[in-house]
């Protein structure tokens, strides 16, 4: 049987790590454990290199914390030790997050009221502004560390306005400081020596690289699909006309019909684009249809295609002016056979609305649209479903609807 060096745990003969203390049992075979070590753990014993200096994991703590909605939020607390360059700690807080942190000294102690209380203090006169406070309770210890399990410890977490991180300890009346900064997962990995999880890791980061820009790839492709349709020719202009338009008094339910002309239309001649433009007052309405009667046979076709609302709208937001109108509109349709189509307008107004110039003309062999719409549709989806998987969208999700709840 081996016993665990750290923990004093026994453990079987052929083990590599403790079964309690996950501490390496073998300091002489430190490195080649680590290299091969593909879970990222950090294990008691294990060295790493940071500041051109070689550290010890001496130490390890995890923490919980209860936030106000009762959620259980942990991490993890590394103690690494080098005997002429002092003590580092290296906090996970989770798989993505490493920050490394070294005790400091100011000059001036840092009251723990003020830490406790206050948005920002000032550390041997540089602000650093308090991001998060708690009291924090000791699940696990294992290795040469002060705390206790069970211990309850009051914190705080700040940056500084060079982007320093700070953490605050309290103890007794004053907080004991430290700084440091954030480092990423695969700089841990590659300083324990964890080859196989840097390798990993890096594949990861990789991955969700491609992904993110990718996704941001897709969406320009997306857009310019879109954008690109206002841009496609309309086809063969066969009529152009302009009318003034008289609408209903108020309470009239039925329409006004606005006849627009009897065409030759056929399915070899298709699609074809009617383009509306209006001239509709500020602070009114139009609404149109697109209907096409087949004059030999009185075969009425609703294209539902054209059903659109012109209008033109002022207001105030947050103190700002802003105006919107929309005042032109180009359609795509079809006609189910051949034929002389009358073509008409229905239309619908706002009640301070009692005429309207209107603009119509007909393209035939216009370009079809509707492959772009889908396309660019479909891009701008999964664009934004890949970079907002990249940037952990879906784990702010979560946390978010964890707090609504």
Request: include cysteine; proline fraction near 5%.
């Amino acid at each position: 049987m081996a016993k665990c060096p750290h923990c004093q745990a026994i453990n079987p003969d052929n083990a590599t790590f403790c079964k309690r203390c996950r501490g390496l049992l073998k300091p002489d075979k430190v490195f080649q454990a680590a290299a091969k070590d593909k879970s990222g753990t950090i294990r008691l014993g294990y060295r790493a290199n940071f500041f051109s200096q070689s550290y010890e994991v001496v130490g390890c703590i995890r923490y919980e914390v209860m936030d106000e909605e009762g959620e259980v939020y942990a991490w993890d607390e590394w103690r690494l030790h080098n005997p002429k360059g002092g003590d580092l700690w290296l906090v996970r807080e989770d798989d993505y997050h490493f920050k490394l942190m070294q005790p400091y000294a100011p000059q001036k102690p840092v009251p723990w009221s003020d830490v406790a209380s206050k948005s920002s203090v000032l550390v041997d006169g540089r602000v650093v502004y308090i991001k998060e406070r708690g009291e924090a309770k000791v699940v696990f210890t294992s290795g040469d560390v002060e705390e206790q399990e069970g211990a309850r410890v009051e914190y705080a977490d700040g940056r500084g306005m060079d982007g320093t991180l700070y953490s605050f300890e309290r103890h007794g009346e004053v907080a004991e400081v430290y700084k440091g900064k954030p480092i990423s997962p695969m700089s841990v990995y590659e300083a324990f020596g964890m080859k196989a999880a840097a390798e990993i890791w890096r594949l990861k980061l990789m991955g969700l690289m491609g992904l993110k820009w990718g996704g941001v790839a897709l969406m320009f492709i997306g857009l310019l699909a879109w954008l690109s349709i206002a841009f496609l020719p309309k086809g063969k202009l066969i009529s152009q006309n302009t009318f003034v338009v008289t609408l209903p008094p108020v309470g009239q339910v039925n329409a006004t019909e606005l006849p627009i002309g009897v065409f030759s239309l056929s399915p070899e001649r298709q699609p074809y684009c009617l383009s509306v433009q209006t001239d509709v007052p500020l602070g009114s309405w139009v609404f149109c249809q697109l209907v096409a009667e087949e004059v030999a046979s009185g075969f009425e076709q609703e294209v539902s295609t054209l059903s659109h609302e012109f209008w033109d709208e002022e207001g105030y937001e947050e103190g700002e002016y802003w105006r919107e109108r929309d005042e032109q509109r180009n359609f795509h349709f079809r006609v189910n056979r051949a034929g002389n189509f009358a073509l008409s307008l229905y239309l619908e107004g706002s009640a301070n609305l009692t005429s309207v110039p209107i603009t119509v003309r007909l393209y035939e062999h216009a370009p079809a649209t509707m492959p772009l719409w889908w396309f660019g549709g479909i891009s701008l989806a999964l664009g934004f479903l890949g970079w907002f998987t990249a940037v952990g969208g879906w784990q702010w999700l979560a946390e978010h609807a964890s707090e609504d709840e």
